[in-house]
């Protein structure tokens, strides 16, 4: 779910991918593979993506977080729904032309 995160907060903002890579120091190829949930990203990635974002750490690691039990396993079902919205919000403004 991580990588959905990351590729919502980067939409959101209206980043393309090659811009977002250079502000990450990493290529753009390995943007992809993380968007695209290939390949997980590192704390130290995560940590520039909070100072690009103005995000905590924290609010990332949430979408990465293990299913071990039932009350984790409600938690994960509700970030899905979170991300289902953001998705959705995504959409309709886009369709919208809206911009930020």
């Known amino acids: 779910?991580?990588?959905?995160?990351?590729?919502?907060?980067r939409e959101?903002?209206?980043?393309?991918?090659?811009?977002?890579?250079?502000?990450?120091?990493?290529?753009?190829?390995f943007l992809s593979e993380i968007e695209s949930g290939k390949k997980s990203p590192t704390l130290e990635l995560l940590d520039r993506y909070s100072q690009v974002f103005e995000i905590p750490v924290s609010a990332f690691l949430m979408f990465s977080e293990r299913i071990e039990n039932k009350a984790a396993i409600k938690?994960?079902?509700?970030?899905?729904?979170?991300?289902?919205?953001?998705?959705?919000?995504?959409?309709?403004?886009?369709?919208?032309?809206?911009?930020?």
């Open 12 to 29: 959101f903002h209206r980043i393309k991918q090659t811009d977002l890579a250079d502000r990450l120091d990493i290529s753009k190829s």
């Open 1 to 9: 779910m991580i990588h959905r995160a990351l590729k919502l907060t």
């Open 75 to 100: 938690k994960h079902k509700q970030v899905g729904r979170i991300l289902k919205f953001l998705e959705w919000v995504a959409v309709e403004e886009e369709g919208r032309g809206v911009k930020n």
